[in-house]
């Protein structure tokens, strides 16, 4: 057998060194990361204890809490009383909707805040509504100034301004978090900014597709993926928000919420390490959706969901993970509201005259939403942030502002043809294995 030389051999050593090197550097600078090899894991003991704590019914001063159990303010007594709809881990109808509340800075306080307005507490001192938030940040009442000589007056009307601006959110599903989870933040920037330059490209043209490309939101910890605003990077970061606002469980990263009506409350967390890594455990292993065979209206459907525009943002695979269906960037999805707001939204921006803090350029703006992934849509019906729409036909026809677009595209279509699109989102599954709830009477809003 032939044997190399010491020089021969220090060469092959050394190509194969940067062979290794031009690899990763492609991975790391030309490409969205390293390919996602293996799911998420865990062992079996750690997922069972999980799901014991994810469907367990919570109490005040639960045996199973380290700190006070339940509350002082919540939303339900268990996780699976909101995360059912195609089994264990699902979404959760419009009836489980939270209200999120947002107070724009004022001449008193020019800091933003946000929080929930939760739907029970223990003590019916802490009980939370609208009203009791704008209670603690009440309307800033307008005024009428004149200046000027007498008769010539300048005269100025500041209307009154409601900083406090709602809007009721749905439950998200958790079916496949844990593979979101290991989607890069490099992928994610790396297709914004493919798109962009794209975009740029095509208007040198004279070309313009007037589907704008969405916004990247950067928290602390990376990039946004989680939440309907993109607020946490990491799924244990959401998780653990969900325990406290959602139960009033503090965990060892994340302290329960506090009342409305007592913020200096303190309590230390409900959930230690162990019993919060369990709940990591089954929550990050729930299985992917999947994408069954519709048949030939199915298939039609999903080659017109591109060439309608609906992939721009939908993007089938990313990051390595394929079938998620979206680009986790944040889109201006609704129409202005009208001046003067109104509605029941979020309505407009304080008065120029107020000389208040613009909105932090981290916070979303109040029609910015994150893309939701797509898959298992078609078991997690009602649809958009608010549940507003009842059928996937009407949550495209909902898409108004940047998807403006694409939805007048879809309108364009025959009848046939809007069919099929409709027929291609309704092979987005809920995973087949997912697991039943031990007792499906939790779910109303978890009370039996």
Known sequence: MHRLSPSAQRRLVGTGVLAV????????????????????????????????????EWQPNDPLARGDGLGPVFNARSCAACHFQGGLG???????NVTAFEVLPRPADPTFKAGTVHHFSVDPAHKETVGVVKKQFPTVLGRTTRTGPDNCPTITVIPDFDPVRTDSVQTTALFGAGWVDLISDRAIIRNARSRGLRAAARELQGEFDNIPVGRVRHVAGGVGKFGWKGQFASLSEFVAAACANELGLGTPTTEQARPIADPNRTAGPDLDEKQFRNLMAFVKTLPRPVEVDGGAPAARGKELFGAVGCAVCHVPDMGGVKGVYSDFLLYTLEDPPPPGGGGGGYGTEPPPQLNLPDRPEDEPRPQEWKTPPLWGVADSAPYL???????????????????????????????DDQAAVVAFLGTLKAPPDATPLRDPSVTRLGRR
């Open 21 to 56: 090197a031009a690899a990763a550097g492609y991975y790391y600078f030309l490409s969205d990361g390293f390919p996602i090899l293996w799911g998420p894991s865990a062992r079996a003991s750690e997922v069972a204890a999980g799901r014991d704590l994810f469907e367990h």
């Open 90 to 96: 699902g979404g959760g109808g419009r009836e489980h």
């Open 385 to 415: 942030h608010d549940g507003s729409a009842a059928t996937l036909r009407d949550a495209i026809l909902k898409h108004r502002a940047d998807a403006k677009t694409v939805t007048e595209r879809f309108k364009g279509l025959s009848a």
